[in-house]
C-alpha cells in the first residue's frame, strides 16, 4: 500500500463520466506536476480509460471512481478489486454523493467496498457531506455522524484509508462553505472518532485554482477532491502548483 504519511498534500481529480482518449493524451503531455513530492496528484478517470492511463503516466497516482463489494462471480458489470489491482490503482473513491444519490448506495456497501480495497492495499476515498436540505434543518453534524460511523470501517486507519468531505451542494454549483465552516465541519469530522486524529481528511466541492489554497492551509484540510476544474489542464496545473 501507497505511504499516505509521505504526503503532506492529496489532490485527486475525479473525471466522473468525462474524457476520452484523445483528452488523455492532450491532459498527460500539457499538465505540469509539482516539483514538491510532498504532495500526491491522483487522477481518477472512467474505469474504462484506467488500462490506458496506467501506460502512460508515471508521475501521478491512479484511482478509480467506484469498486464492486464483490470479490468474483456472477455480477454482471461490475468491476472487481482484483482487476483494479492488475492495473496498478492506488487509490478508489468510495461513496461519492452520486453514486448515494443516482445509484442509492448504503453507508453499508461503501464499508464492505472499503474493507475490501484495504485488504487488497488499495487506498478507499470515503466520501460524506450533507444535502442542502440536510444543511438548512441544522443536522450536517447527525449526518456526518451518520455516513462516518457505518462508512468507514473498523480495518480503516490512517495508513490505509482517507476521509473526503463533500458538502452535496457544494458540487459543481460554484457554491463552496464559508472558509470558517470548512475549518469547523473539519475539525468536527477529525474529532469524531480519536482514530481520525491522523487521518488525511480532503475537501471537495467546487475547488478552483482561486480558492484552493486558502482551504488547504487550513489546520484539519489535507487535500482537494476536485471535479469540474480537474478536467481543465491549466486550471488544474494552477490547483496543484500553487
Ligand atoms: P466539483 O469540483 O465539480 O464541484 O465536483 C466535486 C466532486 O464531486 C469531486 O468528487
Known sequence: ???????SLFFVANWKLNGNFKFIDQFISNISLPRDKSKCV??????????YMSKNINDFYLGAQNVSQHKDGAYTGEISVNSLSDLNVNFCIVGHSERRQIFYEKNEEINLKSVNLIKNNLVPIICVGETLQEKEKGITNEILEEQLKNSIPISSNFQNTIIAYEPVWAIG?????????IDVTHQFIREHNVKFNKFKILYGGSVKADNVKLITSLLNVDGALIGGAS?????????IQD
Open 173 to 181: 454549483t460554484g457554491l463552496t462553505p464559508t472558509i470558517e465552516e
Open 231 to 239: 478536467l481543465k489542464t491549466d486550471e488544474f496545473t494552477k490547483i
Open 1 to 7: 500500500m501507497i505511504k499516505l504519511d509521505s504526503f
Open 42 to 51: 491522483v487522477i481518477c478517470p472512467t474505469s474504462i480509460h484506467l488500462d
